[in-house]
């Protein structure tokens, strides 16, 4: 298999069609939720916690088996019912209409996998071993859990707010001296020892 081209995708406001309702396609409703995507599940049945998931206006359960026609208003796709066929024939039905599918049981025909997540705000670090070991690329992601904690939330929300303001106060050949300073450490430090007027200090500083 060729190499993955890894994206973050943004999916506020388009329509991923779940096929199956178990353990696997709770887990994918619920990342597909977190990041404001219209959710349709289609399975004759549902998990306790895709039923809870499902009593919200971004979230239908169809509770019928699959057939073609729930791919109409798909944009992206995920087939995860226990049964073989029906997921080859999702992915067969995505394929035809060029949709993007995840297949939970067969990885040689994704057109891609789902990475395991660690994230705080605005970062998301995505850990892949593209298919060879799910359970490896969870191990890894609890790994990183130590060096990257709940600080880089508000660290990203300052930086991000501080853009507009760099833009204006410098010229863009100082931009990249700005931001080189901006994330040495010295922020980051004060935003995680609780202090954010350091960290406003550090950054009116380096407009200088
Ligand atoms: C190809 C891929 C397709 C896809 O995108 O779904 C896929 C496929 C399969 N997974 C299987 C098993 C397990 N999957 C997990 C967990 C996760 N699986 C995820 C992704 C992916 N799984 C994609 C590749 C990702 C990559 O390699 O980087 C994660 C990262 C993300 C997510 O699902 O959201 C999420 C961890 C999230 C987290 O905790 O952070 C666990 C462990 C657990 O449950 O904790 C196990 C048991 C242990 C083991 O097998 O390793 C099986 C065999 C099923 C069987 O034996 O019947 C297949 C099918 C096959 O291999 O044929
Ligand atoms: N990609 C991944 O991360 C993992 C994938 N798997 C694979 O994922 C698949 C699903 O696993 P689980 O969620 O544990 O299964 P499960 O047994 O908990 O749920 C199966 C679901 O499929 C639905 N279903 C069955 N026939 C259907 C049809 N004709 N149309 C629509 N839905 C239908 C059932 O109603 C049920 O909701 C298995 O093939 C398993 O090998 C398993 C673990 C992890």
Redesign the pocket.
Same mark, same amino acid.
């Given at each position: 298999m060729a190499k993955t081209y890894p994206v973050s995708l943004v999916l506020e406001g388009k329509r991923a069609v779940v096929?199956?309702?178990?353990?696997? @396609?709770t887990r994918k409703v619920r990342g597909l939720l977190e990041c404001e995507a219209l959710v349709t599940v289609?399975?004759?049945?549902?998990?306790p916690k895709l039923r809870d998931l499902a009593d919200n206006a971004r979230c239908t359960w169809h509770a019928k088996?699959?057939e073609s026609a729930d791919l109409d208003e798909a944009d992206i796709v995920f087939a995860?019912?226990?049964?073989e066929d029906?997921?080859r024939r999702v992915y067969d039905d995505a394929t035809a209409a060029r949709l993007m599918v995840n297949v @939970?049981?067969r990885p040689e025909v994704c057109t891609f996998f789902l990475p395991s997540v660690l994230r705080h705000g605005k970062l998301s670090i995505a850990v892949s071993t593209e298919g060879a070991s799910?359970l490896s690329a969870r191990h890894i992601r609890e790994g990183l859990e130590a060096q990257f904690g709940e600080e880089y939330g508000p660290y990203l929300e300052l930086l991000a707010s501080w853009r507009p303001r760099v833009c204006a106060a410098l010229p863009p050949e100082r931009h990249y001296a700005f931001w080189e300073q901006a994330t040495d450490g010295r922020v980051l430090a004060a935003l995680t020892a609780g202090n954010t007027a350091e960290a406003e200090a550090i950054l009116e500083s380096l407009l200088g």
């Amino acid at each position: 298999m060729a190499k993955t081209y890894p994206v973050s995708l943004v999916l506020e406001g388009k329509r991923a069609v779940v096929v199956g309702g178990g353990s696997v @396609a709770t887990r994918k409703v619920r990342g597909l939720l977190e990041c404001e995507a219209l959710v349709t599940v289609v399975a004759p049945v549902a998990s306790p916690k895709l039923r809870d998931l499902a009593d919200n206006a971004r979230c239908t359960w169809h509770a019928k088996p699959y057939e073609s026609a729930d791919l109409d208003e798909a944009d992206i796709v995920f087939a995860a019912t226990d049964d073989e066929d029906v997921n080859r024939r999702v992915y067969d039905d995505a394929t035809a209409a060029r949709l993007m599918v995840n297949v @939970a049981d067969r990885p040689e025909v994704c057109t891609f996998f789902l990475p395991s997540v660690l994230r705080h705000g605005k970062l998301s670090i995505a850990v892949s071993t593209e298919g060879a070991s799910p359970l490896s690329a969870r191990h890894i992601r609890e790994g990183l859990e130590a060096q990257f904690g709940e600080e880089y939330g508000p660290y990203l929300e300052l930086l991000a707010s501080w853009r507009p303001r760099v833009c204006a106060a410098l010229p863009p050949e100082r931009h990249y001296a700005f931001w080189e300073q901006a994330t040495d450490g010295r922020v980051l430090a004060a935003l995680t020892a609780g202090n954010t007027a350091e960290a406003e200090a550090i950054l009116e500083s380096l407009l200088g």
